[in-house]
T-cell receptor, first 114, second 115 residues
Framework: EAQVTQNPRYLITVTGKKLTVTCSQN?????MSWYRQDPGLGLRQIYY???????DKGDVPEGYKVSRKEKRNFPLILESPSPNQTSLYFC?????????????FGEGSWLTVV | DQQVKQNSPSLSVQEGRISILNCDYT??????FLWYKKYPAEGPTFLIS?????DKNEDGRFTVFLNKSAKHLSLHIVPSQPGDSAVYFC??????????????FGKGTKLSVKP
């Protein structure tokens, strides 16, 4: 079964304490991406990766880092979380083949920074 | 500057009637458009897509229409069912542009289908 798996699903943390949200996909997709969803703002892209060792900023990259050392994993790193990073985060992946751009999402990670 | 706009944050429809969700875009490089559906506490799920070489794509109760000259697309749900109540996101990408694979999302429209 095609899956995008995120962990943790729920996390409450304190300002400044580094955290990592993991993302793994089992579809051998080249492209992976992180989005955050906030009320009234929809889905905004944080970072994306076209392939291993290839990452680029999305619309709202400030305060985040990513890495893509292997194809299946794309962790999101918050080096020093702040309360404005309280949000619902989605990891996504898709194949860059000729079939189109159907993107698969994980179930989301609720992050609260206090 | 929003490249993909869903100007209606919410829509309420009676069960059995048609739901029409609208989406406008500004980037003429976009050539592939998708609709995603999202229930609370779940990730968005793919619903239907359309390539810029078409003006209509149909899948069961869902039809997407594309008007390239107006840079407008719409999702029609007929007949609407209470289980369709969700947030619907429009998304666009330029598959053959420099940001291949990069999907731009609208802010979403919350659809409520009343029994």
């Amino acid at each position: 079964e095609a899956q995008v798996t995120q962990n943790p699903r729920y996390l409450i943390t304190v300002t400044g304490k580094k955290l990592t949200v993991t993302c793994s996909q089992n579809m051998n997709h080249e492209y992976m991406s992180w989005y955050r969803q906030d009320p009234g703002l929809g889905l905004r892209q944080i970072y994306y990766s076209m392939n291993v060792e290839v990452t680029d900023k999305g619309d709202v990259p400030e305060g985040y880092k990513v890495s893509r050392k292997e194809k299946r994993n794309f962790p999101l790193i918050l080096e020093s979380p702040s309360p404005n990073q309280t949000s619902l985060y989605f990891c996504a992946s898709l194949s860059l083949g000729t079939g189109g751009n159907t993107i698969y999402f994980g179930e989301g990670s609720w992050l609260t920074v206090v | 500057d929003q490249q993909v706009k869903q100007n209606s944050p919410s829509l309420s429809v009676q069960e059995g009637r048609i739901s029409i969700l609208n989406c406008d875009y500004t980037n003429s490089m976009f050539d592939y458009f998708l609709w995603y559906k999202k229930y609370p506490a779940e990730g968005p799920t793919f619903l239907i897509s359309i390539s810029s070489i078409k003006d209509k794509n149909e899948d069961g109760r869902f039809t997407v229409f594309l008007n390239k000259s107006a840079k407008h697309l719409s999702l029609h749900i007929v007949p609407s069912q209470p289980g369709d109540s969700a947030v619907y996101f429009c998304a666009a990408s330029a598959r053959y542009g420099g940001s291949q694979g990069n999907l731009i999302f609208g802010k979403g429209t919350k659809l409520s289908v009343k029994p």
